[in-house]
């Protein structure tokens, strides 16, 4: 009997220790199994994380591939450049390429890069260059917010490197100009009418400390305090928009501009002779008009510009070609279809324009007309054609002239400038 109970005690304890390395591999099992799972499921949490990040990145860029020729008059003068009498072609492109980071409720970060070197009225960049590389700057940097507390419902506050945000105008400034500093903007709407207030602080140039010939430096940093006025109406005949705006450079007169623009002295503003240095204030009040109406199923729009400087003081001598050139203005209409959505949308615009040499800060403004400048007049013929959404096709031509001539009486005329264009937005 004794034997027997202890064999069974035996058995039982072998049965016993079985089930109990059973029930543990088990376990084991399970627990491998659990932490397959959560190593899973991290893994998805983790997607989801870099899902919801992209999905508050919105990219957006354009591609533009363009032949350039430019026709010029045999008996232009060759005293501010050697080349002004002869004709040119060239292919070019612009690529940009940028985001916009949607990082709280009231709070974005864009950024864009782009094509054209430092260039701050242009993204182009020319081709044949023995195949060499093409060089890609920021073109857009900055933070935009919106604030939401004490009823300022309407305001956004935006600063860095940031785009133009004025009542389009060539006139005024090229359509490739960001500006650098802060821009402050309000919107109100009532009914069929708004309004939009545009503050602007922009920083110009930082000078040079050391004298430049010619100048008075050392002198303060130039720089533009700017505002606009904007007013949307909606009516019974068509649509209004108009605009009052005020650009004051501080401490332009007697700073050295880098960047330059247009053809020599004759189509800068007032300057010692032979340098950079400014003689005149720049402080121009710009009055804009645009009325829309739809025409069949075609969209018409007729628009005018104005603009004056109301600070032109050069002293006679130097480049400066007559007192009293202050002023600017332009005159056009545009037809067709309103927005390119599919193959055969189409629209053209025409206009006059005329810009004296101290109306405009003459290396802001419009470098395709005229090759950039001041004291030019002439007409500007574009047609689009949509080839599917987001592709189009472009031709614009110019025929120029100088306002007025330059200092010495000589001439730069352009009668006939034409740009083809095939465009690609993603």
Do not use: C
Not at 391 to 403: A, L, R, W
Request: net charge neutral; charged share 25%.
């Amino acid at each position: 009997m004794t034997q027997f109970v202890k064999n069974g005690k035996f058995i039982v304890g072998f049965v016993v220790g079985l089930l109990a390395l059973s029930f543990q591999g088990i376990a084991t099992a399970l627990t491998q199994e659990e932490l397959m799972q959560e190593a899973i499921m991290e893994k998805i949490k983790s997607h989801d994380r870099l899902l919801e990040a992209l999905e508050r990145i919105d990219w957006f860029g354009d591609l533009r591939l363009r032949y350039e020729i430019k026709n010029r008059a045999n008996d232009n003068s060759l005293a501010n450049d050697s080349d002004g009498h002869l004709d040119t072609a060239r292919p070019r492109v612009r690529l940009r390429f940028g985001a916009k980071a949607h990082v709280y409720k009231d709070l974005d970060l864009v950024f864009r890069l782009s094509t054209g070197g430092t260039s701050s009225t242009s993204g182009n960049q020319t081709l044949g260059q023995t195949f060499g590389q093409k060089a890609i700057n920021v073109n857009l940097a900055y933070a935009l917010f919106r604030p939401s507390i004490w009823g300022l419902n309407g305001l956004v506050l935006e600063g860095g490197k940031v785009k133009n945000k004025f009542m389009k105008s060539e006139v005024v400034w090229d359509n490739d100009v960001n500006f650098e500093g802060l821009t402050e903007s309000y919107d109100k709407k009532l009914g069929d009418t708004k309004f939009r207030l545009v503050l602007g602080q922009y920083f110009l140039e930082e000078t040079d400390r050391t004298p430049t010939t010619g100048g008075s430096q050392p002198v303060d940093d130039p720089w533009i305090a700017a505002w606009q006025g904007q007013l949307y109406q909606n009516t019974s005949i068509g649509k209004f928009k108009f605009a009052i705006a005020f650009y004051d450079y501080q401490n332009l007169t007697d700073n050295a501009v880098t960047n330059q623009l247009g053809a020599g002295d004759g189509q800068r503003n007032s300057q010692l002779t032979a340098t950079n240095v400014n003689t005149t204030n720049v402080r121009t009040l710009d009055l804009m008009g645009e009325w829309s109406t739809p025409i069949r199923d075609k969209n018409f729009k007729l628009f005018g510009e104005y603009a004056v400087n109301l600070d032109a003081d050069a002293v006679t001598g130097n480049n400066t070609i007559a007192q009293d050139l202050n002023t600017a203005w332009q005159i056009g209409f545009q037809y067709g279809h309103k927005k390119f959505k599919k193959f055969g949308g189409w629209k053209v615009k025409a206009m006059y324009r005329v810009v004296q040499q101290d109306a405009v800060f003459y290396a802001l403004n419009s470098s395709d007309f005229h090759d950039g400048g001041t004291n030019a007049k002439g007409v500007k013929l574009q047609a689009k054609v949509a080839l599917r959404k987001g592709v189009m096709v472009n031709y614009t031509f110019y025929s120029t002239k100088n306002e007025r001539g330059d200092i010495s009486g000589g001439q730069y005329d352009i009668p006939g400038h034409h740009q083809f264009d095939l465009k690609f937005n993603f």
